[in-house]
């Protein structure tokens, strides 16, 4: 009965969630946070370059142009299909590297401080998870022989 039920809904939800539009606009949902911080670091290199010097990343503007080259680059590698999986991976190590470095909870006192980067520190992990996930998709359909660019 359960399986029946599940097998009704997945059949008038696959040509909705399956569609190239709906698969695009997940990809830009997923990227969204790197496209307005890369967007946002661009427009404002000054602020991008003291940032990463607050964070102890030394020299701050060439490491700020790489952040930003590497965000905006890897978005628009996963949005437009163009070796969507070497962006998606980039982001992910990216997105994993740059939690470590600026949500250390763990040396926050107990409190709502703490408890606020915690909850931030995850939400970014579970970014990066989305990341790896749309590198294996993209990784296990070039093994099955797909070559679906979109």
């Given at each position: 009965m359960l399986l029946k039920m599940e097998a009704k809904l997945a059949g008038a939800c696959t040509p909705v969630f399956t569609s190239h539009p709906a698969r695009w606009l997940g990809l830009l949902a997923l990227c969204s946070p790197h496209i307005i911080t890369g967007v946002n670091r661009l427009l404002d290199f000054t602020a991008a370059a003291r940032e990463m010097e607050g964070y102890g990343l030394l020299p701050g503007r060439p490491?700020?142009?790489v952040v930003i080259l590497?965000?905006?680059s890897a978005v628009a590698m996963i949005v437009s299909g163009f070796c969507r999986w070497i962006g998606a991976l980039a982001l992910c190590i990216f997105t994993v590297m740059a939690t470590f470095i600026a949500l250390r909870f763990w040396e926050i006192p107990f409190g709502a401080e703490r408890f606020a980067a915690m909850n931030l520190f995850f939400e970014h992990m579970g970014l990066a998870g989305g990341f790896l996930l749309?590198?294996?998709?993209?990784?296990?359909?070039w093994r099955r022989g797909g070559r679906d660019w979109s």
């Amino acid at each position: 009965m359960l399986l029946k039920m599940e097998a009704k809904l997945a059949g008038a939800c696959t040509p909705v969630f399956t569609s190239h539009p709906a698969r695009w606009l997940g990809l830009l949902a997923l990227c969204s946070p790197h496209i307005i911080t890369g967007v946002n670091r661009l427009l404002d290199f000054t602020a991008a370059a003291r940032e990463m010097e607050g964070y102890g990343l030394l020299p701050g503007r060439p490491i700020a142009a790489v952040v930003i080259l590497l965000q905006l680059s890897a978005v628009a590698m996963i949005v437009s299909g163009f070796c969507r999986w070497i962006g998606a991976l980039a982001l992910c190590i990216f997105t994993v590297m740059a939690t470590f470095i600026a949500l250390r909870f763990w040396e926050i006192p107990f409190g709502a401080e703490r408890f606020a980067a915690m909850n931030l520190f995850f939400e970014h992990m579970g970014l990066a998870g989305g990341f790896l996930l749309v590198a294996w998709y993209d990784l296990h359909k070039w093994r099955r022989g797909g070559r679906d660019w979109s």
